[in-house]
């Protein structure tokens, strides 16, 4: 099988969603049932509308919260991403494994542990 997608492409879109704090068009880079889930094996929020409204949250609590990706690995239907999340005097770096579908929607987040680098 083939995979039609650009990822970077869909991440990056996805980013402009959370920057902008849209939490609507954040969660329709989502398959309809993808999961998200602290790695390995965790269910955090399944499906997209669930994602929405986790998002919606979060953003309306914390309006202020940038992220930065500092690096990237691409490999197929998969992106590994390195992010520098801040939040005022919180900063906090956070690795996500995302996998795309044949639709070229992420299906399935995996969030490994949360590294913090200052309190």
């Known amino acids: 099988m083939i995979f039609d997608c650009d990822p970077v492409a869909v991440i990056e879109r996805q980013l402009e969603a959370y920057r902008a704090l849209d939490a609507q068009a954040f969660a329709a880079f989502y398959a309809p049932d993808a ?4 790695h390995p094996d965790t269910v955090v929020m399944s499906g997209r509308a669930e994602i929405e409204a986790m998002y919606a949250q ?3 609590q914390s ?8 690096s990237r690995i691409v490999s197929g239907r998969y992106v590994i991403d390195q992010e520098t999340l801040k939040d005022g005097p919180l900063e906090a770096e956070a690795t996500l494994i ?8 992420i299906d399935r987040v995996d969030f490994l542990p949360l590294q913090m680098v200052s309190e």
Do not use: E, G, H, K
């Open 35 to 38: 999961i998200l889930y602290d």
């Open 58 to 60: 979060s953003f309306a």
């Open 98 to 105: 995302y996998r795309f579908n044949a639709d070229c929607q």
């Open 63 to 70: 309006p202020n919260t940038t992220v930065t990706i500092t």
